[in-house]
């Protein structure tokens, strides 16, 4: 089983630097763009499911390459979803300090520990995006090639807990526009190629 990831394309929250997971923010022209660049990266790729998160900006990403394999499933799943950012959503991080500093501190210095009110803690973020990947897994045929198209914060908690558990979080990159594959062998999964 190959397992294609791909995260959202820009969003006009990317470009300023805004804080979101939970808001509903469409791809911006530039987003647009990359989704398509992702669609054409994928074309010959016999894909067999089409998974997303049950946000817009995953919904209008995928669009491009469903289009291109109109007869392949696509399912939603909301544990796939951004990590909740509460009432810091929307709001850049000067803009968080200056209403929020306490917490704002408090965050920085220990973002995966601290959990700010109103923001959705990293244990159950976690426990949410494992929840997701083992339905995605659960569903899955030997020789499905399936692609899930996520959020950053979701795809590098899907790296850790499929294939790398000690790399830092903050270090795993996937870039709009391009796609990462995990190939099954055995019991193990493998990053075979990242950001293609």
Request: aromatic share 10%; with cysteine.
């Amino acid at each position: 089983m190959k397992l294609f990831v791909a995260r959202h394309g820009e969003t006009a929250y990317n470009r300023q630097k805004k804080f979101y997971g939970s808001d509903d923010v469409p791809l911006d022209s530039q987003g647009e763009k990359q989704a398509q660049m992702l669609a054409r990266k994928l074309t010959d790729v016999p894909l067999t499911q089409l998974v997303r998160s049950q946000m817009r900006r995953t919904e209008q990403t995928l669009r491009p390459v469903a289009i291109q394999h109109p007869a392949v499933p696509v399912t939603v799943y909301s544990e796939l979803n951004e990590k909740g950012f509460g009432n810091w959503e929307g709001l850049d991080a000067d803009e968080i300090q200056a209403k929020d500093p306490l917490n704002w501190q408090k965050w920085l210095n220990e973002p995966l520990t601290f959990t700010p009110p109103t923001v959705e803690s990293f244990a159950v973020f976690k426990r949410r995006v494992a929840a997701g990947m083992a339905r995605v897994l659960a569903n899955a045929q030997p020789n499905d090639q399936i692609l899930l198209v996520a959020h950053l914060g979701t795809l590098r908690v899907m790296h850790q807990l499929l294939c790398s558990p000690k790399t830092n979080f903050w270090d795993i990159h996937f870039d709009a526009g391009t796609y990462s594959y995990y190939e099954v062998i055995g019991k193990s999964i493998v990053l075979k190629k990242l950001n293609v």
